[in-house]
Every structure is written in C-alpha cells, then in structure tokens.
C-alpha cells in the first residue's frame, strides 16, 4: 500500500488544495455570471416584456457576462482567501461584509458607467441601474453560498482524514503489540528445546543456535505495510521446520506445495510459524503417528492442513499464536482466517494479497 511520508502529503495536501480554489475561483464565477444573466436573453422574444425594456445587444451581453465574471472572480478569490485558514487568526465577520458591499456597489457603478458609455439603451436608467445592481447582489449571494458549501465539504474532508490517520496510527500501535507478543512466546518456546538439545547433542545445537538465529532475525525485522511475500514466509519456514526436526526428528513432517505463481502474493509478517506451532501444540506426535502438516494455496487463500492428533491433556496456552494470527490479518486485510475441523484433519485457511 502507498502512503506519502508526512512532509510530503501535507506539501501534496496543500498543493491539492490550492488547485481545487483555482478551480472553484474560475467555474463558479463562470457558471454565477451565465445564470444572472441568462433572463436577458428573454429580450429576443419579440413578444415579451423584457424586449420592450431592453433592445438585446450581443456585444452588450458579451460585455455585461464579462464584467459579471470579473466581479464574481474578485469576490470568490477574496472570500475564498478569508475562509481558507491561511491566517490563524480568528475572522471578524464585519470586515469581510464591509468589503463585499464595497466591491458590490464599486463595480455596479464602474459597470453602470461603462455600459452606458459603450452601449445606447433604451431601458429607463432607474431600470437599468437597479437591475445591474441587483445582478450583482444575486452574484455575490450564490457565490457566498457556493463557498460556504464547499468549504463545508472540505472541513468534513479534512476530517475524515485526521480521523483515517487516528485510526492508522492506532492499528498501527495494535500491531506493534500483538507482534511483541508474539516474539517473546517463540522466543522462549525456541530456548526451552535447545535446553533438551545441548544435553542431547551439543554439535546439533550448533547448528540448532544457526536455524534460530535466522528465524528470529525475520521475526524481528520490521515492514512499513506489515506485510511480506509468501516466499519470504516459506524461506523462513525452512529454519523453523530445521528446529522442529531436530526435536521431533521423524516424528513430524512439512510438506509444502506452493506454484511459483503465489509466491509474490503477500500476507502478514510471521504468519506460517503460528500455523506449525498451533499444530504441534495440539496434537501428539512420535515416529509411529508422525504429525503430517501440509501447506498448499487454494482459490487464493494459503491452507494449512494438517492430521488431528489430539493430546490426551492438553496445556494451558497464554493465546498467542493462532489468536495473533487472526487478529493481526482482521486488522491488516479486513479479513477473516477460516478455521475446519473434520474427524481426522484440522484446516486453518489464510486469505492472501494478490498483486
């Protein structure tokens, strides 16, 4: 999953942002002026009141949509500039009232004066100027209204994503301490069987001390996503499955059939050793009923299967392991682990990340 160091998104955010008022700035002023001016074009109507006002103009209308849309552009770059936290200090709404009254009654008599100049028109001028000041107030109300709207919009956007950040920040943390569990527990289970194989064997232990090293070296390294490829899972099985032979030796077995085609297929950090181990927790194993664990990638999930043996007494377990798993893979995916239990199997099914 992509994500931008926290630098780079604000640098991204801001330019985002200053884009889309850019945006906002040139549209709404374009649509604003075309709808206060669209009546004028009753005036070709031969047989309407606004034909006997007004004589229509093109050049005229082209002149009155331009100089709305000036208008309309001042007053949404200057208002947007207030709403748009640039200056933490606190806004006083008179000013910003006070201003847009004067640029309301600024360009309705700049306007007046220009048309009148450029134009002959034969409206009566209390008309004329009264409906050129009211086009502009009507302006000036859509604009405030279309602002205030998207700036409503964009306060509910930012919030929703502060509160995505809270949330990842907080998934995050849940996973750093699910996989601290997760450590210390293998970590001891490993240092309890080398007790059992120095006395046994000291030359196995070297070699024990070698497949241990690398397994909780992989245990330890940290990925920003959480989550690695299934070649990466199966290289390190090898070591965990070197350590469980050397104290099962023939009474335990892994078979693996994975096609290369899942192997770049992605999956949460440690998620196969759980898997053993919840298996070897649970069932008997010895060179006459070897416990026979068998790992192969079905309709896009990894299954983990393996014979039920189950112990006479079962130990008490501190549920970490499978819990874990399932739990770190509903955080990262969103997904649920599926667990099979049948009279001589018991089948624990992972979902993977495709790319």
Known sequence: MASF????????????????????????????????????????????????????????????VLYNFLFCFIVSYYNIKQLNGISKKQKKVVPIIATNLFLLLTFSFI??????????????????????????????????IIIEIFFLLEKNRLKDIEHEKLRNALLKTELELLKGQLNPHFFFNSLSSLSA????????????????????????????????????????LESYTELLKMRYENAFSVKIDVEEKWLAAKLPHISLQPLIENAMK??????TNPLNI??????????????????AYQEKTTGTGLANLAERIRILLQQEIEIEKTSGSFIVKIPLVIN
């Open 5 to 64: 160091h926290f630098k780079e998104q604000n640098t991204y955010l801001l330019f985002m942002n200053f884009s889309i008022e850019k945006r906002l700035i040139v549209f709404s002023s374009f649509f604003v002026s075309l709808i206060t001016n669209i009546p004028r074009l009753l005036a070709l109507r031969q047989d309407g009141i606004m034909h006997q006002l007004w004589k229509f103009d093109l050049y005229e209308f082209l002149f009155q």
């Open 111 to 144: 306007g007046i004066f220009l048309q009148k100049q450029l134009f002959h028109s034969n409206t009566p001028a209390f008309i004329f100027k009264g409906g050129y000041v009211i086009r502009l107030l009507l302006s000036l109300l859509l604009l405030i």
């Open 197 to 236: 194989i120095v006395r046994e064997d000291p030359i196995k232990a070297q070699h024990y001390i070698n497949h241990l090293s690398k397994a909780y070296r992989y245990s330890l390294q940290a990925t920003e996503s959480h989550l690695v490829s299934l070649s990466d899972e199966l290289q390190t």
């Open 282 to 287: 649970h069932n008997a194993a010895s060179a």
């Open 294 to 311: 068998h790992l192969y990638v079905l309709e896009g999930s990894l299954i983990c299967k393996n014979n039920l043996q189950p112990l």
